[in-house]
């Protein structure tokens, strides 16, 4: 999946929908404004409205990891409906590249979290926040997230008393 810059997306204006792709707890910090978490993006359909809309879906993480993963899920999913995918790089891009980030009441905020100290590259003018412990149970805290995630796909295959529905791609395997 390709990257989009922020002055790419800033050129897209209201034709771009930031998907905040971090946990809820990282997305209570700050976020970029005008972005849904990934959850309220599935809910509302979103991938059938950017079609409709002709708009792009830039998913984002803090370093584009989890951004990515998702980008090429929503890919494969919508490959043949043409629907418009670029990885937003992460949110700590976005900041170094100027970008500004609100707070959950959706205010300018400068804080930022980084997920852990080796992402702590932020502008003096932004503060870092991490969590305590993050470091390996952190990780496994996001891989738990993506498990999850699979898992739920998987069961909405899965046919009442059991067994496997062919992948929803076609490739029948």
Partial sequence: ?????????????SRAILIDCRTAA???VSTLPNAVSRDEFERA???????????????YCTVGMRSGEYALELQRQHALRGLRVRNGEGVLLWS????????????ATSRLHTFAPRFTIVRADV???????????GVFAVMREGAVRALRRHAARTPPGGGTLAPSDGSGG
Wanted: glycine content about 18%; cysteine-free; overall charge negative.
């Fill in 127 to 137: 503060q870092a926040v991490q969590f305590a412990g993050v470091g390996l149970m």
């Fill in 96 to 107: 170094l590249d100027g970008g500004g980030l609100v707070g959950p009441d959706g205010k």
């Fill in 45 to 59: 359909r979103g991938a059938e409205a950017a079609l409709a809309e002709e708009r792009w879906v830039v998913p």
């Fill in 1 to 13: 999946v390709e990257l989009i810059s922020r002055a790419e997306i800033d050129a897209l204006g």
């Fill in 26 to 28: 990282e997305r209570g």
